[in-house]
């Protein structure tokens, strides 16, 4: 678990395209499922919903192309639609990106999450590798338009995970990480006022940068970008937003457990303050990097023993206190904190950091769907080193919760499209019992 990339995908396992949650235009379906005429609901419903939700990108109004787009996240939340995303994979991306290029903020928020998700089911290999060359630009642009906090933090959450899975080489990991850092630190030209980035696209960063570190190999990055990582999550410790603070010093625990200022530190022994030393690093670096590793210690203690301010809500306090007290610890003793999930009576336990940020971070974007792809999805069994519990009973012998809703709802799409097609079905009866019966009159 917590892997670099290169050994999380050595060995990926293929999807599995049969999986009985996927689309699918086979009528081989459990018996349970099949309507009066033989048609298979569960397999119409999930299939008629992600068909005509694409068809539905394609309208010029925008909030039925949001509607249509939340139908998206939903399917792709509830099920693994693996053979969905085989025939109709280049279609769905290109119609998610010119939401993201040209949509409102609603639009585009959705349209990246969805890009996201796609990205997760198809796991690592070309199409993921190819979602991540088509969306870094039209991404990029979008983050530069700093209009609403949501649209960014999901842009942000859309571009980490489709680098995370599709992220072949090093560099194109980076490119994603700069483009994120670039939103809190913009590249300005002359006569251009930077805009002050609100707390909450702040963390969004941080927490996005954070979750794509923990694929990198750490001494392959320049130590000068390592210290200004530092500086500027040590000054982010001492904001007054407390999401801003956690996602910091989740961050500084992370570049800390690397362990690369210490190896710099180390490798480095330098003879005079102006000499350069081993990776590059002088005396005056190594002071600097030894310093900053006080400074942060220092802020970590305090911020697991503030007290409680004015209007300060108290389950806030006690995350911040909580978080900050495993940081400690770990930055005094090396010890970082276990943690464990369970899933389908299975238990998934992180044991460093990378593996609690991954987890953390997989959880807030999946939402209602983590435990659906964390028992079903095999790129994150290989991510976690996770192996689910079989199910007693399979997927075939029940309907879950949100498949239910799919199609009870009589307004719901799904139920919609049984409607139309048992009205198709019945028209067609109906022609070739006419035809019949004008061949039985020709006959007499």
């Known amino acids: 678990m917590g892997k670099q990339r290169s050994s999380q995908r050595k060995n990926a396992a293929m999807l599995d395209s049969d999986d009985t949650d996927s689309v699918s235009s086979s009528s081989t379906v459990p018996s349970d499922y099949v309507l009066g005429n033989g048609v298979p609901e569960v397999q119409l419903d999930k299939e008629s919903v992600l068909d005509q939700s694409l068809d539905a990108l394609y309208e010029k109004r925008g909030s039925t192309r949001e509607k249509a787009l939340a139908d998206i996240i939903e399917a792709f939340n509830s099920s693994l639609p693996h053979e969905f995303v085989e025939k109709k994979f280049a279609t769905l991306l290109h119609q998610c990106l010119n939401s993201v290029k040209r949509g409102s903020a609603k639009e585009i928020s959705l ?20 979602i991540l060359e088509e969306s870094v630009s039209p991404f ?17 959450e859309g571009l980490a995970v489709i680098a995370f899975v599709g992220g072949k080489e090093p560099e194109e990991t980076e490119k994603c990480m700069q483009i994120m850092w670039q939103v809190v630190h913009p590249k300005l030209g002359p006569n251009v006022v930077a805009t002050k980035p609100s707390p909450g696209i702040i963390s969004a960063v941080v927490s996005a940068w954070s979750f794509l570190l923990t694929t990198m190999d750490g001494p392959s990055l320049d130590p000068k970008s390592w210290q200004e990582s530092v ?26 457990e690397m362990g690369n200022l210490e190896k710099f ?7 005079t303050n102006d000499a350069s030393a081993t990776d590059g690093i002088s005396s005056r670096d190594v002071t600097h990097i030894q310093g900053l590793r006080a400074k942060v210690v220092n802020q970590v203690k305090n911020l697991s023993a503030e007290a409680a301010g004015k209007g300060s809500a108290k389950k806030d306090l006690n995350s911040q206190r909580n978080t900050f007290r495993d940081i400690l610890e770990f930055l005094e003793d090396g010890y970082a904190p276990e943690t464990s999930v369970k899933i389908g009576g299975e238990s998934l ?21 983590f435990v659906k792809h964390m028992q079903e999805n095999e790129f994150l069994h290989e991510v976690f080193d996770f192996t689910p519990k079989k199910k007693i009973l399979s997927s075939t012998d029940r309907v879950s919760g949100i498949d239910k809703r799919m199609y009870r709802s009589p307004n719901s799409i799904v139920n919609k499209a049984r409607t139309q097609f048992l009205n198709k079905q019945r028209m067609m009866s109906q022609d070739r019992n006419a035809g019949h019966y004008a061949s039985e009159l020709g006959e007499e």
């Open 111 to 130: 349209a990246s999450h969805a890009i996201g998700l796609l990205a997760l089911t198809a796991g690592s290999g070309e199409k993921s590798q190819e």
């Open 231 to 256: 500086s500027y999550l040590s000054t982010l410790l001492e904001k007054d937003d407390r999401s801003v603070r956690i996602a910091a010093g989740d961050a500084l625990a992370l570049i800390y």
């Open 265 to 271: 530190c180390g490798a480095s022994k330098p003879t």
């Open 349 to 369: 336990t992180t044991t460093t950091w990378s593996q609690l940020i991954q987890l953390n971070f997989l959880k807030r974007f999946l939402g209602g769907g």
């Open 140 to 156: 990029s642009e979008a983050l530069k338009s700093r209009s609403e906090a949501s649209k960014i933090a999901s842009l942000l």
